[in-house]
Nanobody, 125 residues
Framework: EVQLQASGGGLVQAGGSLRLSCTVS????????FGWFRQAPGKEREGVSC????????VYADSVKGRFTASRDNAKNTVYLQMNSLKPEDTAVYYC??????????????????WGQGTEVTVSS
């Protein structure tokens, strides 16, 4: 059974930090790229980051560059999203996803096969 278990969300003040985790089982972790997406109330789900398979590089949405860092630990089948300097506009449900996105499509939902259940992040002003 494929499972992506996201955790680490919560309530934080603006300027604070959170680290999200996503632990994976049921498929070969090393073979997949992992994306983080978020969906704010009333908005479309948007891509935040994508980390390539193995030691692949990470790409970020412009809105989070310099503040968020995505990483993966292949030994633990876990991916992380370190979020610093959080802003109220970062408030959303955050999802991890696994897939093999073609070049140029890392930010598209349809590029990912498997999804976690989401973890809620609320940033107060």
């Amino acid at each position: 059974e494929v499972q992506l278990q996201a955790s680490g969300g919560g309530l934080v003040q603006a300027g604070g930090s959170l680290r999200l985790s996503c632990t994976v089982s049921g498929f070969t972790f090393d073979d997949y790229a992992f994306g983080w997406f978020r969906q704010a109330p009333g908005k479309e789900r948007e891509g935040v980051s994508c980390t390539g398979s193995g030691g692949g590089r990470t790409v970020y949405a412009d809105s989070v560059k310099g503040r968020f860092t995505a990483s993966r630990d292949n030994a633990k089948n876990t991916v992380y999203l370190q979020m610093n300097s959080l802003k109220p506009e970062d408030t959303a449900v955050y999802y991890c996803a696994a897939g093999r996105p073609p070049a140029g499509s890392a930010g598209y939902r349809g590029s990912y096969h498997y999804w976690g259940q989401g973890t809620e992040v609320t940033v107060s002003s």
